[in-house]
């Protein structure tokens, strides 16, 4: 996965979702650098991610990008927290695009090299890339497979467990949810598939989303 086929896929995907998942995938390529962030930075993406569920407001978000762009300067040239504003940039396609750019390299703590005008990132930075498009498709599933939730599916069970997951970031919990869906009637394998395989999820999950009514 190159940084251009990464940028494509952002491309072709951004006029069809929401700024919400836009500023989500933005904050979920940002949580993959938690290690690194310190806590003003970790609230940057907290932030984030209460912009997206409309629980932040735009005077706070301004505030705090101006706060942010103030501490850039007493981090590494290249580390991870330079971009931990991601989440918040207005309009949200815009982060998202420069958590696929910078977020990466700075993970792996590698300096990209540009030579004749091409990019040469390592193996780690790919995998780092693909671990990005993995997100994305997570949370921009919904656009590729035809599902829609029977509400006979929506009991205590399944909406209590969506909403645990969705709260606190307890994506260990999907294979839960596939079989409480799965007690209430689901037969969709493009949705219970989704929620046992393994790997990359996200706030914004688009099974968790249709679940509970999110777009």
């Known amino acids: 996965m190159t940084e251009a086929e990464a940028r494509s896929q952002l491309l072709g995907v951004k006029d069809r979702v929401s700024e919400r998942k836009l500023r989500l995938f933005a904050c979920a390529c940002c949580r993959r650098a938690w290690d690194w962030f310190d806590d003003e930075s970790r609230s940057l993406v907290l932030l984030g991610e209460r912009l ?5 407001t735009n005077v706070e978000r301004r505030a705090a990008s101006k706060k942010a ?4 300067g ?9 971009y931990a504003f ?7 396609w815009h982060g998202a695009d420069l958590a696929i750019i910078h977020l990466p390299s700075m993970i792996t703590g590698i300096t990209m090299r540009r030579a004749s005008g091409e990019v040469r990132s390592s193996k780690e930075c790919r995998i780092e890339k693909e671990h990005q498009q993995k997100l994305l498709r997570d949370i921009v599933g ?9 509400s006979a599916w929506l009991t205590p069970a ?3 467990t969506a909403r645990s997951i969705y709260r606190d970031h307890a994506f260990d919990r999907m ?5 409480a869906l799965q007690d209430a009637g689901c037969t969709n394998d493009d949705i219970l598939n989704h929620c046992r395989q393994p790997g990359e999820h996200a706030r914004g999950c688009w099974v968790v989303d249709l679940i509970l009514g999110k777009s």
């Not at 762009?69 to 850039?72: G, I, L, Q």
């Open 158 to 160: 399944v909406v209590s």
């Open 86 to 92: 991601c989440g918040i940039t207005s309009p949200a």
């Open 142 to 150: 919904h656009l590729f497979v035809s599902a829609s939730v029977n």
């Open 52 to 56: 997206a569920d409309g629980l932040a």
């Open 175 to 179: 294979p839960i949810l596939a079989d």
């Open 74 to 82: 007493s981090y590494a040239t290249g580390h991870p927290a330079n």
């Open 69 to 72: 762009s103030e501490r850039v």
